[in-house]
Nanobody, 124 residues
């Protein structure tokens, strides 16, 4: 089974920084896209940033210039560096691994996976 484990959330003051990490484990052959989504209370889950296995990135307009996504393919890990944080960035942040090629229950399969979520709170 493939699992995603996130870390790095917490409470930070406006203008501060946090770095989120998400490590994928299991019998993974390859991962196409890795990304971060967030969901604030009462809102739908939204894309924050995504990175392909070739390093191409895409960001939500609301975080461009403040957040940076990166990944270490050898470690199946994706990072999100968040700078100049604002109260409106407060949400649960979820890691996503899309089109994961892995051995699951003895069979090769393609699937998408989600982490359990990590809380980011920006408040003074």
């Amino acid at each position: 089974q493939v699992q995603l484990v996130e870390s790095g959330g917490g409470l930070v003051q406006p203008g501060g920084s946090l770095r989120l990490s998400c490590a994928a484990s299991g019998s993974i052959v390859s991962i196409n896209d890795m990304g971060w989504y967030r969901q604030a209370p009462g809102n739908q889950r939204e894309l924050v940033a995504v990175i392909t296995n070739g390093g191409s990135t895409n960001y939500a307009d609301s975080v461009k210039g403040r957040f940076t996504i990166s990944r270490d393919n050898a470690k199946n890990t994706v990072y999100l560096q968040m700078n100049s944080l604002k109260p409106e960035d407060t949400a649960v942040y979820y890691c996503n691994a899309a089109r994961v090629f892995a051995v699951v229950r003895g069979r090769l399969s393609w699937d998408d996976y989600w982490g359990q979520g990590t809380q980011v709170t920006v408040s003074s």
